[in-house]
């Protein structure tokens, strides 16, 4: 029996990266999973195949989760296929980064769009199935950005500090209903996007961290893992920093 046995996790933005390495462990621990990404292609394929060898059952959906009515009809569809939604984890994501002066409302819009909208949208389509079941854990993948703020990137960080205050309200509107709310904020973890990286920000980066290296996705993973599972019980409205001391 793994710590997620019989639940049914809905994940955004699961095909690749971090939100991939969500499933493949909650996928480990006995959750069945359905994921979303804007298209479901060879890759999003080949990650259903992959979490569907850990021997669960696995869905994935192709989903514009800025779209409202899109999410309530994937939340629906995965209602019905799968008899329940226990888990939801808020990871899909973008950055359009650029100074302040130079952004353009495109840039700000996109972000805010993708990142903290579609988290409202899934939120709002998946309570009413939890408050039904009478529990629930809500995940939204935030960013030390978000409790801190970054030069350059003022749209993705006000996104993510949003995620961080809509983790806490729901915390405190749902917990009578038995669902709880967190937020996980990751700090530098070594993903594709980080890998593009020139070497010499990238050395930058890993000295502010005092454990001198970058986060691996099973990291982020792992945390999420605890906060999905009855291990955390009674954590609710809590931000966890997972960035290796980099900011405290």
């Not at 995940?139 to 961080?164: D, E």
Request: hydrophobic letters at 45%; one cysteine or more.
């Amino acid at each position: 029996m793994g710590l997620l046995t019989g639940k049914t996790a809905l994940i955004t933005g699961a095909a690749r990266g971090i939100g991939k390495a969500i499933a493949l462990k909650f996928a480990e621990e006995g959750a069945n999973i359905a994921f979303t990404d804007l298209v479901i292609d060879e890759n999003g394929k080949a990650t259903e195949a992959e979490i569907a060898a850990k021997g669960v059952k696995c869905i994935g959906y192709a989903s514009n989760a800025a779209d409202f009515a899109q999410t309530e009809e994937v939340v629906n569809t995965v209602k019905e296929e799968f008899g329940s939604i226990d888990i939801l984890v808020n990871n899909a994501g973008i950055t359009k980064d650029g100074l302040m002066m130079r952004m353009t409302e495109q840039q700000w819009d996109a972000v805010i769009a993708v990142n903290l909208k579609s988290a409202f949208n899934f939120i709002h389509a998946c309570t009413p199935i939890m408050m039904r079941q009478r529990s629930g854990s809500i995940i939204n993948m935030a960013s030390v950005v978000g409790v801190h703020g970054n030069a350059g990137q003022s749209n993705y960080a006000a996104s993510k500090a949003g995620l961080i205050a809509l983790a806490k309200s729901v915390a405190q509107e749902m917990g009578s209903r038995g669902i709880r709310a967190n937020a996980i904020a990751p700090g530098f973890i070594e993903t594709a996007m980080t890998a593009s990286l020139p070497d010499e920000v990238r050395k930058e980066w890993v000295q502010k961290i005092p454990l001198r290296r970058g986060g691996q996705v099973e990291d982020i993973a792992n945390v999420a893992t605890f906060l999905a599972s009855e291990l955390s019980s009674y954590v609710s409205g809590q931000v966890i920093q997972v960035d290796g001391g980099m900011n405290m």
